[in-house]
């Protein structure tokens, strides 16, 4: 599985971005996906994952009512919608896939697959 992470730029506070997790290989309908972010001198940290099916999704808890993670099959991409933008955002933002559900989805190494990351900037 490949993946290419894309749609992070420069925001102003309270603005909006959307990335983009573009998935290229097998089946990407069976992947759970999940989005991870890593801020300059800070370990990188989960974000949000979203099942194969769609039906469930996971939110760490700063960003609950701010961001929502959701998939496109027929695109085979994973969006996370951004809202309400902090400067504490401001990250490399990666997604990362792994081929069955996992209860520690929040943990990196529970992923074998990687996109390259995006990086998010937020000014205040």
């Known amino acids: 599985v490949q993946l290419q992470a894309s749609g992070g730029g420069l925001v102003q506070a309270g603005g909006s971005l959307r990335l983009s997790c573009a998935a290229s290989?097998?089946?990407?309908?069976?992947?759970?996906v999940g989005w991870f972010r890593r801020a300059p001198g800070k370990e990188r940290e989960f974000v949000a994952a979203i099942t194969w099916s769609g039906d469930s999704t996971y939110y760490t808890d700063s960003i609950k009512g701010r961001f929502t993670i959701s998939r496109d099959d027929a695109k085979n991409t994973v969006y996370l919608q951004m809202n309400s933008l902090k400067p504490d955002d401001t990250a490399v933002y990666y997604c990362?896939?792994?081929?069955?559900?996992?209860?520690?989805?929040?943990?990196?190494?529970?992923?074998?697959?990687w996109g390259q990351g995006t990086q998010v900037t937020v000014s205040s």
């Open positions: 990362a896939a792994r081929w069955s559900h996992s209860s520690k989805y929040y943990l990196d190494r529970e992923y074998p697959y």
């Open positions: 290989g097998r089946t990407f309908s069976s992947l759970l």
